[in-house]
């Protein structure tokens, strides 16, 4: 099993670039989500899904877009990319059964220019 | 809201000492998980433990421990005899029963050195 994968593992945009942050789980897990993670503030939640067909917001949803048409794949969009979106974006799986510990891919180094 | 709290931002032990990492959280739930992560210097994210508000043992793995107490809201969590290699950033997190979102502590960056 592979786990959480992610790609790319870095990148660098120029501002108004669009560009899509693939997160893929081979574990069969209903749970999905991503994070950023900014120097001092650990790491904050942008969006999650409960299953296929299903996405929410998490604590810092603006200038993101997700979907979620298969168990497996859960891609985060960056629309017009931004200084501010500068960070490090974890995708993380889990079950939903009682807050199940979840599995984190290696992350994604986003720079914007 | 949920809040976690990670006072300590750095902290640098010699070798072979005890080290204690302080966890504060606030939650409305009667209900809720609590997990400890590491994040070595490679990046990546390793789950170390989770633990649900009903239980309130003590956990010990190895040089690992944890002390949960809900009367004063935290969950710290003490490195034995540390090693190089527990050198890392290390984060607490809080969920609620029935949801699997994770609030983060701004984690603590433990340094041990040689």
């Known amino acids: 099993n592979a786990g959480v994968t992610q790609t790319p593992k870095f990148q660098v945009l120029k501002t108004g670039q669009s560009m899509t942050l693939q997160c893929a789980q081979d574990m069969n897990h209903e749970y999905m989500s991503w994070y950023r993670q900014d120097p001092g503030m650990g790491l904050r939640l942008i969006h999650y899904s409960v299953g296929a067909g299903i996405t929410d917001q998490g604590e810092v949803p603006n200038g993101y877009n997700v979907s979620r048409s298969t168990t497996e794949d859960f891609p985060l969009r960056l629309l017009s990319a931004a200084p501010s979106q500068t960070s490090v974006y974890f995708c993380?799986?889990?079950?939903?059964?009682?807050?199940?510990?979840?599995?984190f891919g290696d992350g994604t180094r986003l720079s914007i220019l | 809201a949920q809040k976690v709290t990670q006072a300590q931002t750095e902290i640098s032990v010699v070798e072979k000492e005890d080290v204690t990492l302080d966890c504060v959280y606030e939650t409305r739930d009667t209900t809720y998980y609590l997990f400890w992560y590491k994040q070595p210097p490679s990046g990546e994210l390793v789950f170390l433990i989770r633990?649900?508000?009903?239980?309130?043992q003590n956990e010990i793995s190895g040089r690992y421990s944890w002390n949960f107490q809900k009367s004063t809201s935290s969950f710290n969590f003490t490195i034995t005899a540390s090693q190089v290699v527990d050198s890392a950033v290390y984060f607490c997190a809080l969920s609620s029963f029935g949801n699997e979102k994770l609030t983060f502590g701004t984690g603590t960056r433990l340094t041990i050195i040689p």
């Open positions: 633990r649900n508000s009903f239980d309130e």
């Open positions: 993380a799986s889990s079950l939903v059964q009682g807050s199940q510990p979840q599995h």
